[in-house]
């Protein structure tokens, strides 16, 4: 069968996928997006499904229409930290958020894609990768509705999820892209959407709680009634049985008495930091793929959106020039890590030093920080108090005064990690130096925690 010749091949029909080649349509060149999934279940995905609000994504598509379709609760006020021990930690915001319909906000990026030019391959799951003599990648092996399909490809964005098989399937000898990459670095997630008996009556709060192993549940309503519960543990810590701690969890709470499940899907999530490199020869990752989710919590819509509709621009760029290597695509590791890519970075520094203590210690620590001095360590990497604050928070951690001041020792790295990441090397032969600047500053926060390398 002859092979099908495309400027870019994107293999993943997720938030990534479908901007990057949303992006890629709208720029004129001819792409194709390869997903594995039929095209009624395409978009099926284990999701918390919470986000900011329609100006997390870029505007290569309607989003209006996005919003209208699949933003079921526009009303997210506020986040709820439940603490076990009583004195539950909550937190304003200053605009609403959202919680999605995650099927239909899938179904919804892929219709704009498809409306604005890339040909959508359902029911294709790629097999292999490409490779010429030179090292650079050309498309992918895939079999489409049970036949072989040879797709040709001047560059290839994967976009396949966490783990992904297409960096399995490539060599990257000769490129910087990044292969320091293990289970241990992943958690994994089980999600149900219930609906109870009658509304509850925090259905303008997103609310966390911790569980066993640095791992969390949450409690996201779609709607007063519908609503998204989930947890998730980090593979390098004892398996948790997710769905027997779900469950257990679901019974103690009266309002979910007599309720209803209306869907279950488990799934890998990355819980580090975004990779170094994530470009080579004819070859960018993205999203799950490239670890662009925020390691404390999960999320990864907005990092994927973005991360995806940069790879595909430069991508377009880089194929404008007629040059599609490694430093001609570099410009997108730039791109990445001086905008969320850096603020991921140094959320993971509060992973780690976790990950190094007992849940009930750090939760007598987290039950006694101010709101939002929590909700922007764990979104950011940095947060700021008043000494009025500081005094209030000691008088409240007697006993776990070490463990505090290791966390502010981690916040000071976290600052210094950051301003770093803004010096992200702008050509591949700085990126070296800059990766031994940063892992100085990673085994500074190994000492300070006497947690294992992560990486």
């Known amino acids: 069968m002859p092979a099908e010749s495309y400027d870019i091949v994107v293999v993943g029909g997720g938030t990534g996928?479908?901007?990057?080649?949303?992006?890629?349509?709208?720029?004129?060149?001819?792409?194709?997006?390869?997903?594995?999934?039929?095209?009624?279940?395409?978009?099926?995905?284990?999701?918390?499904?919470?986000?900011?609000?329609?100006?997390?994504?870029?505007?290569?598509?309607d989003l209006d229409y996005l919003r209208d379709e699949s933003f079921v609760n526009q009303s997210i006020r506020r986040a709820v930290f439940e603490n076990p021990k009583g004195g539950d930690v909550e937190v304003e915001f200053g605009s609403p958020g959202a919680v999605l319909d995650r099927k239909r906000y899938g179904e919804v990026l892929l219709e704009e894609a498809d409306r604005v030019g890339a040909d959508l391959h359902f029911d294709t799951?790629?097999?292999?990768?490409?490779?010429?003599?030179?090292g650079y990648v050309r498309g992918v092996e895939a079999i489409r509705e049970d036949e072989p399909r040879t797709y040709e490809a001047d560059v290839t964005?994967?976009?396949?999820?966490?783990?992904?098989?297409?960096?399995?399937?490539?060599?990257?000898?000769?490129?910087?892209?990044?292969?320091?990459?293990?289970?241990?670095?992943?958690?994994?997630?089980?999600?149900?959407?219930?609906?109870?008996?009658?509304?509850?009556?925090?259905?303008?709060?997103?609310?966390?709680?911790?569980?066993?192993?640095?791992?969390?549940?949450?409690?996201?309503?779609?709607?007063?009634?519908?609503?998204?519960?989930?947890l998730g543990f980090q593979m390098n810590k004892d398996p948790m049985k997710l769905v027997d701690v779900l469950k257990r969890d679901?019974?103690?709470?009266?309002e979910f008495a007599g309720a209803t499940v209306l869907d279950k899907l488990g799934a890998a999530l990355p819980t580090r930091r975004p990779y170094d490199s994530a470009v080579a020869n004819g070859f960018l990752a993205a999203g799950d793929a490239a670890g662009h989710v925020n390691p404390t919590t999960g999320g990864g819509?907005?990092?994927?959106?973005?991360?995806?509709?940069?790879?595909?621009?430069?991508?377009?760029?880089?194929?404008?020039?007629?040059?599609?290597?490694?430093?001609?695509?570099?410009?997108?590791?730039?791109?990445?890590?001086?905008d969320f890519g850096k603020e991921f970075a140094a959320v993971d520094l509060y992973n780690v030093w976790g990950g190094a203590h007992d849940v009930d210690e750090l939760t007598d620590v987290v039950g006694a920080l101010p709101g939002q001095q929590l909700a922007d360590a764990l979104s950011s990497g940095e947060s700021s108090m008043s000494l009025r604050l500081k005094l209030r928070t000691i008088a409240r951690t007697v006993g776990h005064w070490d463990t505090l001041y290791e966390a502010y020792k981690v916040s000071k790295r976290a600052r210094s990690l950051k301003e770093h990441y803004l010096a992200y090397p702008e050509r591949p032969d700085a990126f070296e130096t800059w990766q031994s600047t940063r892992d100085a500053i990673m085994d500074e926060v190994y000492a300070i925690s006497g947690a294992d390398p992560k990486y």
């Open 17 to 61: 996928g479908a901007f990057a080649a949303a992006t890629a349509a709208v720029a004129g060149v001819d792409v194709a997006l390869l997903e594995r999934k039929s095209e009624a279940e395409a978009g099926h995905i284990a999701c918390g499904d919470a986000i900011k609000g329609k100006s997390t994504f870029p505007e290569v598509i």
């Open 125 to 134: 799951v790629v097999t292999d990768v490409r490779q010429d003599d030179d």
């Open 157 to 230: 964005i994967d976009c396949a999820g966490a783990l992904s098989l297409l960096q399995d399937k490539t060599t990257f000898d000769g490129t910087h892209f990044d292969t320091n990459v293990s289970y241990s670095q992943f958690c994994s997630a089980y999600r149900e959407v219930v609906e109870t008996r009658d509304p509850v009556d925090w259905s303008d709060a997103i609310v966390f709680k911790p569980t066993e192993e640095l791992g969390y549940l949450w409690y996201f309503p779609r709607t007063d009634r519908e609503i998204n519960v989930g």
């Open 250 to 254: 679901l019974r103690n709470k009266a």
């Open 301 to 338: 819509i907005p990092g994927a959106a973005f991360a995806g509709h940069r790879a595909a621009r430069r991508a377009v760029e880089a194929i404008a020039d007629g040059d599609v290597s490694e430093a001609a695509l570099w410009g997108y590791n730039r791109d990445v890590m001086t």
